[in-house]
């Protein structure tokens, strides 16, 4: 809820660019499954109200770029998947 999304010319500093996958509009949501090489898997972005990219530009393949105020991380330990022995 608090990545952002933006045109890669729009994007602040230290943004993440990738590809829309998919786009799903719900509403007053739009929920936007983007490719990158930031994670295996897509990353999905919320987007509520005026902050909502234009629906055209939301077009699959189309680059994009993540982004979210460093407060907002939060760091995750990596687990192991082997067993301890």
Request: charged share 35%.
């Given at each position: 809820?608090?990545?952002?999304?933006?045109?890669?010319?729009?994007?602040?500093?230290?943004a993440i660019r990738g590809r829309i996958v998919q786009t799903s509009f719900l509403g007053s949501e739009t929920r936007v499954a983007i490719d990158c090489d930031a994670s295996d898997v897509p990353l999905t972005v919320?987007?509520?109200?005026?902050e909502r990219i234009a629906a055209?530009?939301?077009?699959?393949?189309k680059?994009?770029?993540l982004w979210w105020?460093?407060?907002?991380a939060v760091l995750l330990p990596i687990q192991s998947t082997e067993e301890e022995g």
């Open positions: 809820e608090v990545v952002r999304l933006f045109t890669p010319a729009e994007a602040p500093d230290g919320a987007q509520f109200g005026r055209g530009e939301l077009s699959p393949d680059e994009v770029a105020e460093p407060d907002d």
